[in-house]
């Protein structure tokens, strides 16, 4: 990552645009939504800045800045042409570690200002790295068109119910297949679909059949290829399962790339070498994989390429049978057939 992604609260903080442009507008109404205070510092106002400030939306600080105007602030914009103010701004916020944003400067910033999709309470944030913000742009209508437009009601509804969830079940991970049940099933269609009482008498049946479910439970392992590397050759069932697993257990052919497709929290196991299976130490492997799933874990064995080219699965997979434990094999692109996806690779034709 080139920044850390923050969300930073605003409410009833006070934050500074710096220019009369139409680009001050706008982040003026963005810190405005954001429950900013904001003051303005401009030589003159026209447009829609002069709207904000005539309904006393934001407040004209004064025409000129003056580095005693950072008292109090918690973020600056600066959306002024001329670069000597610029300059200047930027050198006073960073020497008092006030946050500063000099639009379309990311090198006289501390931070940048992201694409928004507004989906509240549910927010994303797109940055490009300074690589140019139509990419973000681009992918900001992406995930906009993607993105239901009432996932909000979803957010707000869970909300309600998170207390009660985490006082009947105080497992970690029970408490993330319930949610996963709620959010990918019936409950979760009615609350999207505005239908809250029903989804609420859903909820709470479901809440008390998993309260009441005392019986003991095996996880599952899957293994999975991984393909050439390129996560983009990852099967569309392989990325779900990486994303629900709790633990990943992989070899040194599978990439970094791939890797990072697994959902954050989950457990990563490096094991096994380029070598492949050997004798004793893939029993222990197994073993291990094993005692995992009657724990109760959701276990991902990630292989390069394909799970069974090359590759001891089949054994793997005769393994976890003979212990009682769900398994289910998961196809990779072979790493003879994914080279054509490699950058500048072109066919070949035999005849």
């Not at 437009?149 to 509804?157: K, V």
């Not at 408490?175 to 709470?204: K, N």
């Not at 291990?288 to 390069?304: D, N, T, Y």
């Not at 997979?317 to 054509?340: H, K, M, S, Y």
Request: charged share 25%; net charge neutral.
């Amino acid at each position: 990552m080139q920044s850390f992604p923050l969300f930073m609260s605003l409410h009833g903080r006070r934050a500074l645009v710096v220019g009369g442009t139409d680009q001050a507008a706008r982040t003026a109404e963005l810190l405005l939504a954001a429950g900013a205070q904001v003051s303005l510092i401009a030589e003159t106002v026209n447009g829609d800045i002069a709207q904000l400030i005539a309904d006393a939306h934001i407040s004209w600080a004064g025409r000129t800045f003056d580095e005693d105007e950072l008292v109090g602030v918690s973020l600056v914009v600066v959306a002024a042409a001329d670069e000597v103010l610029q300059a200047r701004v930027s050198q006073c916020a960073q020497r008092r570690c006030v946050p500063v944003n000099v639009v379309d400067h990311p090198a006289l910033s501390s931070f940048v200002m992201p694409e928004i999709v507004d989906r509240g309470p549910i927010t994303i944030a797109i940055a490009s790295g300074g690589s140019g913000q139509a990419l973000a742009q681009k992918l900001r209508a992406e995930i906009e068109r993607a993105l239901p437009a009432t996932i909000g009601r979803l957010a707000r509804f869970s909300e309600i119910f998170r207390d009660q969830v985490s006082r009947t079940l105080r497992e970690p991970r029970a408490r993330r297949l319930f949610w996963d049940r709620v959010f990918d099933g019936p409950v979760g269609d009615l609350a999207l679909a505005g239908d809250e009482i029903s989804a609420r008498r859903e909820l709470i049946r479901l809440l008390d059949s998993t309260r009441n479910d005392s019986a003991p439970t095996h996880g599952m392992v899957h293994l999975v290829g991984a393909g050439p590397g390129d996560p983009e050759l990852l099967t569309l069932k392989a990325h779900r399962l990486l994303q629900r697993a709790d633990v990943v257990v992989y070899d040194r052919l599978v990439s970094a790339e791939v890797l990072a497709v697994a959902r954050p929290d989950a457990e990563r196991l490096p094991v096994g070498d380029r070598r492949g299976c050997s004798g004793v130490s893939e029993k222990e492997i197994n073993a291990r994989i094993v005692a995992l799933a009657r724990a109760g874990m959701s276990v991902v064995r990630l292989k390069g390429g394909d799970a069974f080219a090359f590759s001891c699965g089949g054994e793997e997979l005769e393994a976890f049978a003979d212990a009682g434990i769900p398994v289910e094999a998961v196809a990779g692109v072979a790493v003879a057939r994914g080279w054509t996806a490699a950058p500048g690779s072109r066919p070949r034709y035999l005849g």
